[in-house]
């Protein structure tokens, strides 16, 4: 069965700090996907990003950046300077077949508190 | 553009009541649905799927269910509801296929609070 896993339980920083949010997963399949969603404290979980198993480029999008080893199974968020904005919880996803469909497997979650 | 309405967003309900969440996806066709459950300890429980009108996946066993009468539109249902069913419940959609690569729209959830 797969797996993701989120050691992180909670973070805190102060702003501008640069902070990493740890995520490690176990699969047996050779293609799949990883993800990264944010929830906010409205609850609604917004998509980050989507990384293919074949593609091991590390991925930065204004100040959020990603890495992803597939060494050692790892797939990584950065956040540089971070701002009271990001305060949320953090959430890795790994992309899963049951039964001839696909869905997400979840880790449980980081949540990241930024104090100005 | 798509859009997905989630309600009610917050519930309050008496042990032993029924309960009924509905989830519509509008913008797009056949999608696939899911409704997840968010416990106390933040992790996402996926509860049902659905590939199309009336074919209905549950993940795990409980006190709930789930149907999908219409192409765009997805209940979570329960004629009882237990203590142990409070949490956060969401409802997301992807595209309609057989990838691992869709990602997942999410509803704004609904706080359910049995008493």
């Known amino acids: 069965a797969q797996k993701v896993t989120q050691a992180q339980t909670e973070i805190s920083v102060v702003e501008k700090e640069d902070v990493t949010l740890d995520c490690v997963y176990e699969?047996?399949?050779?293609?799949?996907?990883l993800f990264w969603y944010k929830q906010p404290p409205s609850g609604e979980l917004v998509f980050l990003i989507r990384?293919?198993?074949?593609?091991?480029q590390n991925e930065i999008s204004g100040r959020y950046s990603w890495n992803f080893q597939k060494s050692t199974s790892s797939f990584n968020f950065t956040i540089t300077a971070s701002q009271v904005v990001d305060s949320a919880v953090y959430f890795c996803?790994?992309?899963?077949?049951?039964?001839?469909?696909?869905?997400?497997?979840f880790g449980k979650g980081t949540m990241l508190l930024v104090s100005p | 553009s798509q859009t997905i309405h989630q309600w009610p967003a917050t519930l309050v309900q008496p042990v032993g009541s029924p309960l009924s969440l509905e989830c519509t996806v509008e913008?797009?066709?056949?999608?696939?649905l899911y409704w997840y459950r968010q416990a106390a300890g933040r992790g996402l429980q996926l509860l049902f799927y659905?590939?199309?009108?009336?074919?209905i996946s549950s993940e795990v066993p409980q006190n709930l269910s789930a149907s999908r009468p219409q192409d765009r539109q997805f209940i979570l249902s329960s004629k009882k509801l237990l203590l142990s069913d409070s949490g956060f419940y969401l409802c997301?959609?992807?595209?309609?296929?057989?990838?691992?690569?869709?990602?997942?729209?999410f509803g704004s959830g609904t706080q359910l609070s049995v008493l």
């Open positions: 699969t047996r399949d050779t293609t799949y996907y």
């Open positions: 659905s590939v199309g009108i009336g074919q």
């Open positions: 996803a790994l992309s899963e077949w049951l039964r001839g469909y696909s869905t997400l497997t």
């Open positions: 997301a959609w992807s595209v309609a296929g057989s990838s691992t690569n869709e990602k997942l729209f």
């Open positions: 990384r293919n198993s074949f593609d091991e």
């Open positions: 913008g797009t066709s056949n999608p696939n």
